[in-house]
């Protein structure tokens, strides 16, 4: 995944939801992209790995595969963000979440490192709903049991956030040592984006709330480990109370364009077929 540019740039989970979009749209600006997944022999749970996949790269987006919140984030980046600017990679920008307290350690890790950083801290994903293990819920089962309440979230397309990544790695220095919170443009709740969903499929999908608790209880019996579920219980209980009931001016101050909204989303990703069941 390269092309002849000025600026080469390592970019982590490209395989996933938020790196295929950074990569993508770095390509489109015209660096080059070293993908660092498993798969090209990088692993975050291997730092012997790490030097060959930053060394001679300008700069590198970091996301790290589990929670940003969790303690094993925390270490990972800090440990690499270290390396990174040991090897004169020192353009990072880590993906964070907005309103995340978690976070903050993962955040101050990176700061610690002495790298020229940013930190773009992202609303939930639109994409939450299209891609990764909330789709086959809703697609197959056609209802998503979530701990969302009734609580109001400005979803943010991914498609925006990888564009402010791309931005900000080539701004130069204007958005170093700053954090960039982003959102979508429109405030809704779980239930009234999953009403989008259904509006855009033409499908009877709803939407089940359910406790931070009995949601750790389901995802304890899909085999995920006990400390991930305490954490995610305790990031959702406090992510979902209502502190990031409000939007944030990340993509409109960065791109100068306002942010896609969620109808747009819900709409393209039906007609690709996500959700039919
Ligand atoms: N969901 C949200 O709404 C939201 C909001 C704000 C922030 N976040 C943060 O976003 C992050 C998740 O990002 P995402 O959704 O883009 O991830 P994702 O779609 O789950 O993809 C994970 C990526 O990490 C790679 N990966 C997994 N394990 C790895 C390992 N041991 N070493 C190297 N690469 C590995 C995967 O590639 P391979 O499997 O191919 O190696 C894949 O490319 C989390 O830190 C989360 O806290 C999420």
Redesign the pocket.
């Known amino acids: 995944m390269t092309r002849k540019s000025g600026m080469t740039v390592v970019v ?8 295929s979009r950074v990569a993508r749209a770095a390509l489109a600006a015209g660096l080059t992209v070293r993908a660092a ?3 090209q022999g ?4 291997d730092r012997s790995t790490w030097a060959r996949t930053l060394r001679d790269a300008d700069a590198a987006y970091l ?7 969790s303690p094993q ?1 925390t270490r990972a980046v800090g440990l690499l963000a270290h390396e990174a600017v040991s090897l004169g990679v020192r353009r990072l920008v880590l ?3 907005r309103g995340e307290v978690h976070a903050r350690p993962t955040e101050e890790a990176l700061r610690e490192s002495g790298a020229d950083w940013t930190v773009l801290r ?1 609303a ?2 639109m994409q ?1 709903f299209s891609e ?1 293990p909330l789709v086959e819920e809703l697609r197959a089962g056609g209802e998503l049991v979530f701990p969302g309440g009734d609580v109001k979230e400005p979803f943010v397309d991914l498609r925006d956030v990888a564009d402010v990544v791309v931005a900000a790695l080539t701004a130069g220095d204007r958005y170093v040592g700053q954090g960039i919170d982003v959102s979508g443009p429109r405030l809704l709740t779980f239930g009234e984006a999953v009403a989008e969903i259904a509006r855009a499929t033409g499908r009877e999908l709803t939407y089940r709330p359910v406790s931070a608790a009995e949601y750790g209880a389901r995802l304890a019996g899909f085999g995920e480990p006990p400390e991930a579920v305490d954490l995610l219980v305790d990031v959702f209980e406090t992510l979902l109370d209502g502190r990031n009931a409000h939007l944030s001016d990340g993509v409109e101050r960065v791109l100068g364009r306002p942010p896609r909204d969620f109808t747009r989303f819900a709409t393209e990703a039906a007609a690709a077929g996500t959700w039919t069941a």
């Not at 996301?63 to 919140?69: A, F, I, R």
Request: aromatic content about 12%; overall charge neutral; cysteine-free.
């Open positions: 982590t989970g490209a395989s996933g939801r938020t790196g997944t498993r798969a990088f692993d975050w749970a996301v790290h595969p589990g929670d940003v919140g984030a993906l964070s979440a992202s939930w994903f939450n990764g």
